[in-house]
Protein backbone atom coordinates (compact mmCIF):
# COMPACT_ATOMS: atom_id res chain seq x y z
CA UNK A 1 0.00 0.00 0.00
CA UNK A 2 1.32 3.62 -0.71
CA UNK A 3 0.57 6.74 1.07
CA UNK A 4 2.10 10.02 0.94
CA UNK A 5 1.25 12.84 3.00
CA UNK A 6 0.68 15.81 1.09
CA UNK A 7 -0.37 19.61 2.30
CA UNK A 8 -1.67 17.67 5.21
CA UNK A 9 -3.58 15.44 3.84
CA UNK A 10 -3.05 11.28 2.73
CA UNK A 11 -3.19 10.79 -0.90
CA UNK A 12 -3.75 6.98 -1.40
CA UNK A 13 -2.85 4.89 -4.58
CA UNK A 14 -5.72 3.05 -6.77
CA UNK A 15 -7.63 0.27 -5.71
CA UNK A 16 -5.28 -2.17 -7.88
CA UNK A 17 -2.64 -1.53 -5.69
CA UNK A 18 -3.86 -2.73 -2.85
CA UNK A 19 -6.23 -5.51 -3.81
CA UNK A 20 -5.78 -8.79 -2.95
CA UNK A 21 -5.65 -10.72 -6.32
CA UNK A 22 -4.92 -14.41 -4.94
CA UNK A 23 -8.67 -15.22 -3.86
CA UNK A 24 -10.79 -17.97 -4.15
CA UNK A 25 -14.07 -17.80 -7.31
CA UNK A 26 -17.19 -19.61 -6.94
CA UNK A 27 -19.67 -20.28 -10.12
CA UNK A 28 -23.15 -20.25 -9.93
CA UNK A 29 -23.89 -23.78 -10.15
CA UNK A 30 -21.69 -25.11 -7.63
CA UNK A 31 -23.75 -26.86 -4.57
CA UNK A 32 -23.96 -25.39 -1.00
CA UNK A 33 -21.22 -27.77 0.61
CA UNK A 34 -18.88 -26.82 -1.95
CA UNK A 35 -19.62 -23.29 -1.97
CA UNK A 36 -18.48 -23.41 1.94
CA UNK A 37 -15.57 -25.36 1.25
CA UNK A 38 -14.40 -22.30 -0.93
CA UNK A 39 -15.35 -19.82 1.54
CA UNK A 40 -13.67 -21.47 4.31
CA UNK A 41 -10.17 -22.00 2.08
CA UNK A 42 -10.31 -18.42 1.77
CA UNK A 43 -9.22 -15.86 4.29
CA UNK A 44 -12.12 -13.82 3.20
CA UNK A 45 -15.38 -12.78 4.45
CA UNK A 46 -17.00 -13.19 0.66
CA UNK A 47 -16.44 -15.33 -2.60
CA UNK A 48 -17.22 -14.01 -5.83
CA UNK A 49 -19.71 -16.08 -8.37
CA UNK A 50 -18.15 -15.60 -11.82
CA UNK A 51 -19.24 -16.91 -15.20
CA UNK A 52 -16.36 -18.63 -17.58
CA UNK A 53 -14.75 -15.49 -18.16
CA UNK A 54 -14.23 -14.27 -15.31
CA UNK A 55 -17.18 -11.69 -15.32
CA UNK A 56 -18.71 -11.03 -11.93
CA UNK A 57 -21.94 -12.66 -11.35
CA UNK A 58 -22.60 -11.64 -7.72
CA UNK A 59 -20.96 -12.67 -4.53
CA UNK A 60 -21.66 -14.58 -0.93
CA UNK A 61 -21.18 -14.94 2.75
CA UNK A 62 -21.51 -17.25 5.53
CA UNK A 63 -24.88 -15.29 6.21
CA UNK A 64 -26.08 -15.81 2.43
CA UNK A 65 -24.71 -19.66 3.07
CA UNK A 66 -26.59 -20.40 6.71
CA UNK A 67 -29.83 -18.19 5.99
CA UNK A 68 -30.76 -20.28 2.64
CA UNK A 69 -29.52 -23.33 4.15
CA UNK A 70 -31.70 -22.42 7.44
CA UNK A 71 -34.51 -21.96 4.77
CA UNK A 72 -34.60 -25.47 3.31
CA UNK A 73 -33.10 -27.35 5.60
CA UNK A 74 -31.27 -29.69 2.80
CA UNK A 75 -27.59 -29.62 1.24
CA UNK A 76 -30.04 -29.38 -2.62
CA UNK A 77 -29.18 -25.79 -2.82
CA UNK A 78 -27.07 -24.15 -5.51
CA UNK A 79 -25.46 -21.00 -5.44
CA UNK A 80 -27.59 -19.20 -7.54
CA UNK A 81 -30.25 -19.29 -4.98
CA UNK A 82 -28.33 -16.84 -2.25
CA UNK A 83 -26.01 -15.18 -3.77
CA UNK A 84 -26.25 -11.60 -4.29
CA UNK A 85 -26.60 -10.41 -7.54
CA UNK A 86 -26.35 -6.73 -7.13
CA UNK A 87 -23.16 -5.87 -5.79
CA UNK A 88 -21.21 -2.95 -4.99
CA UNK A 89 -18.11 -2.90 -6.75
CA UNK A 90 -14.42 -1.30 -7.03
CA UNK A 91 -13.41 -0.36 -9.76
CA UNK A 92 -9.26 -0.67 -10.52
CA UNK A 93 -8.82 2.89 -11.09
CA UNK A 94 -10.32 4.14 -8.07
CA UNK A 95 -8.59 5.41 -5.13
CA UNK A 96 -8.76 4.23 -1.11
CA UNK A 97 -10.52 6.93 -0.70
CA UNK A 98 -13.16 6.38 -2.98
CA UNK A 99 -13.48 2.32 -1.75
CA UNK A 100 -13.46 3.58 2.20
CA UNK A 101 -16.48 5.78 1.75
CA UNK A 102 -18.40 2.93 -0.46
CA UNK A 103 -18.02 0.74 2.07
CA UNK A 104 -19.20 3.22 4.39
CA UNK A 105 -21.88 4.14 2.78
CA UNK A 106 -23.60 0.79 2.27
CA UNK A 107 -22.34 -0.92 5.01
CA UNK A 108 -20.46 -3.28 3.74
CA UNK A 109 -16.68 -4.73 4.66
CA UNK A 110 -15.69 -5.75 1.41
CA UNK A 111 -15.85 -4.91 -2.21
CA UNK A 112 -14.88 -7.48 -5.57
CA UNK A 113 -12.62 -5.01 -7.67
CA UNK A 114 -13.64 -5.30 -10.99
CA UNK A 115 -12.12 -4.07 -14.85
CA UNK A 116 -14.07 -1.91 -17.49
CA UNK A 117 -15.63 -4.92 -18.58
CA UNK A 118 -16.70 -6.51 -15.11
CA UNK A 119 -13.89 -9.39 -15.03
CA UNK A 120 -13.47 -10.02 -11.20
CA UNK A 121 -9.49 -8.79 -10.63
CA UNK A 122 -9.41 -9.60 -6.65
CA UNK A 123 -11.05 -8.45 -3.35
CA UNK A 124 -10.44 -5.71 -0.73
CA UNK A 125 -12.20 -6.02 2.39
CA UNK A 126 -12.19 -4.01 5.29
CA UNK A 127 -9.05 -6.41 7.48
CA UNK A 128 -6.90 -5.54 4.29
CA UNK A 129 -6.35 -1.99 5.08
CA UNK A 130 -8.00 -0.36 8.18
CA UNK A 131 -4.80 -1.01 10.55
CA UNK A 132 -2.55 0.28 7.59
CA UNK A 133 -4.99 3.96 7.66
CA UNK A 134 -3.90 6.90 10.01
CA UNK A 135 -6.33 6.84 13.00
CA UNK A 136 -7.00 8.91 15.54
CA UNK A 137 -5.03 7.60 18.73
CA UNK A 138 -7.01 10.15 21.41
CA UNK A 139 -10.01 7.42 20.70
CA UNK A 140 -10.50 4.80 23.83
CA UNK A 141 -12.84 1.55 23.00
CA UNK A 142 -15.82 3.33 24.89
CA UNK A 143 -15.46 5.94 21.77
CA UNK A 144 -16.02 2.85 19.10
CA UNK A 145 -17.41 -0.25 20.52
CA UNK A 146 -20.94 -1.46 20.19
CA UNK A 147 -22.76 -0.75 23.66
CA UNK A 148 -24.92 -3.18 24.93
CA UNK A 149 -24.21 -5.53 21.98
CA UNK A 150 -26.96 -9.12 21.33
CA UNK A 151 -25.55 -11.55 23.26
CA UNK A 152 -26.73 -14.94 24.42
CA UNK A 153 -26.40 -16.66 27.98
CA UNK A 154 -24.88 -20.02 27.84
CA UNK A 155 -24.66 -22.68 25.32
CA UNK A 156 -25.76 -26.73 25.90
CA UNK A 157 -24.60 -29.36 24.02
CA UNK A 158 -28.41 -29.19 22.11
CA UNK A 159 -28.39 -25.64 21.19
CA UNK A 160 -27.92 -25.92 17.25
CA UNK A 161 -30.95 -25.11 15.78
CA UNK A 162 -31.36 -21.95 18.50
CA UNK A 163 -28.38 -20.46 17.27
CA UNK A 164 -28.41 -21.01 13.67
CA UNK A 165 -31.87 -19.74 14.39
CA UNK A 166 -30.27 -16.55 15.83
CA UNK A 167 -27.87 -16.49 13.43
CA UNK A 168 -30.34 -15.92 10.33
CA UNK A 169 -32.96 -13.84 13.18
CA UNK A 170 -30.53 -11.21 13.90
CA UNK A 171 -28.01 -11.41 10.82
CA UNK A 172 -25.20 -11.10 13.15
CA UNK A 173 -21.87 -12.87 12.78
CA UNK A 174 -20.81 -12.99 16.14
CA UNK A 175 -22.50 -12.36 19.73
CA UNK A 176 -20.66 -13.07 23.07
CA UNK A 177 -21.47 -15.61 25.71
CA UNK A 178 -22.35 -14.35 29.15
CA UNK A 179 -22.59 -16.59 32.18
CA UNK A 180 -26.12 -15.15 34.52
CA UNK A 181 -23.60 -12.32 36.14
CA UNK A 182 -22.43 -10.97 32.57
CA UNK A 183 -18.94 -12.16 32.60
CA UNK A 184 -18.19 -13.22 29.05
CA UNK A 185 -17.02 -16.92 28.67
CA UNK A 186 -16.82 -16.88 24.59
CA UNK A 187 -18.23 -15.83 21.43
CA UNK A 188 -20.22 -17.38 19.03
CA UNK A 189 -19.26 -17.38 15.59
CA UNK A 190 -20.72 -17.90 12.57
CA UNK A 191 -17.63 -19.44 10.79
CA UNK A 192 -17.27 -21.87 13.47
CA UNK A 193 -21.20 -22.74 12.81
CA UNK A 194 -19.95 -23.28 8.93
CA UNK A 195 -17.64 -25.47 9.63
CA UNK A 196 -19.27 -27.99 11.47
CA UNK A 197 -22.09 -27.44 8.83
CA UNK A 198 -19.23 -28.31 6.40
CA UNK A 199 -18.23 -31.43 8.49
CA UNK A 200 -21.62 -32.68 7.97
CA UNK A 201 -21.93 -32.00 4.52
CA UNK A 202 -25.00 -29.55 5.52
CA UNK A 203 -27.20 -32.86 6.57
CA UNK A 204 -30.05 -31.50 8.58
CA UNK A 205 -30.20 -35.00 10.46
CA UNK A 206 -26.64 -34.74 11.46
CA UNK A 207 -26.31 -31.06 11.71
CA UNK A 208 -29.45 -30.83 14.79
CA UNK A 209 -26.58 -33.54 16.78
CA UNK A 210 -23.71 -31.51 16.17
CA UNK A 211 -22.59 -30.67 20.38
CA UNK A 212 -23.75 -26.41 19.68
CA UNK A 213 -20.20 -25.59 21.79
CA UNK A 214 -18.62 -26.42 19.30
CA UNK A 215 -19.58 -23.09 17.42
CA UNK A 216 -18.40 -21.42 20.25
CA UNK A 217 -15.06 -19.63 19.51
CA UNK A 218 -12.21 -18.08 21.74
CA UNK A 219 -10.34 -16.36 18.92
CA UNK A 220 -11.46 -12.86 20.13
CA UNK A 221 -9.94 -10.09 22.24
CA UNK A 222 -11.16 -8.44 25.79
CA UNK A 223 -10.29 -4.95 26.48
CA UNK A 224 -11.31 -2.84 28.80
CA UNK A 225 -12.89 0.97 27.82
CA UNK A 226 -10.42 2.73 28.49
CA UNK A 227 -7.85 0.81 26.31
CA UNK A 228 -6.82 2.93 23.62
CA UNK A 229 -8.19 2.03 20.07
CA UNK A 230 -4.50 2.39 18.39
CA UNK A 231 -3.41 -0.52 20.64
CA UNK A 232 -6.83 -2.09 20.25
CA UNK A 233 -6.21 -2.31 16.47
CA UNK A 234 -2.33 -3.29 16.51
CA UNK A 235 -3.76 -6.39 18.42
CA UNK A 236 -5.82 -6.91 16.51
CA UNK A 237 -3.39 -7.51 13.24
CA UNK A 238 -1.13 -9.40 15.06
CA UNK A 239 -3.48 -12.23 16.26
CA UNK A 240 -5.73 -11.82 13.46
CA UNK A 241 -8.56 -11.32 15.06
CA UNK A 242 -11.99 -9.60 13.77
CA UNK A 243 -13.59 -9.19 17.39
CA UNK A 244 -13.29 -7.65 20.50
CA UNK A 245 -15.02 -7.94 23.57
CA UNK A 246 -15.17 -4.36 25.64
CA UNK A 247 -15.34 -5.01 29.61
CA UNK A 248 -16.36 -2.02 31.72
CA UNK A 249 -14.62 -1.58 35.07
CA UNK A 250 -16.53 -4.12 36.76
CA UNK A 251 -15.19 -6.75 34.10
CA UNK A 252 -18.67 -7.07 32.70
CA UNK A 253 -19.69 -6.63 29.01
CA UNK A 254 -19.42 -3.22 27.60
CA UNK A 255 -19.94 -3.69 24.32
CA UNK A 256 -17.97 -5.03 21.09
CA UNK A 257 -15.60 -3.82 18.49
CA UNK A 258 -15.64 -5.18 14.97
CA UNK A 259 -13.11 -3.89 11.78
CA UNK A 260 -16.14 -1.40 10.78
CA UNK A 261 -16.86 0.28 14.25
CA UNK A 262 -12.36 1.02 13.67
CA UNK A 263 -13.59 1.89 10.08
CA UNK A 264 -16.23 4.00 10.56
CA UNK A 265 -15.50 6.26 13.90
CA UNK A 266 -11.54 6.07 14.18
CA UNK A 267 -9.79 6.09 10.89
CA UNK A 268 -8.96 9.04 9.52
CA UNK A 269 -10.44 9.27 5.77
Known amino acids: MVMRELSGRVTIERAIDLVDKDIVFSTPNINIVSAANRLLKS ?6 VVDHKKHLLGVYTAMDIVSRYYEKKTNDILVNEFMKRNVVCAFQ ?31 IEKRDIIFDLPMDESMKAKDIMT ?15 EIIRTFVKTSFKRFPIVDGNMNVVGLLHITAMLKNLSSVNFAWDEFIKINAKLFVSNNYLIV ?5 VISIARSMKANIIDTVVVLNNEDKLA ?14 I
Not at 147 to 161: A, L, M, Q, R
Not at 224 to 228: G, K, L, R, T, Y
Open 224 to 228: HEQDP
Open 147 to 161: EKPFYVKGVTENDSV
Open 93 to 123: DESLIDVVNKMRLFSISGLPVVDDDTKVIGL
Open 43 to 48: SKWRVP
Open 255 to 268: GIITESDILDKAVL
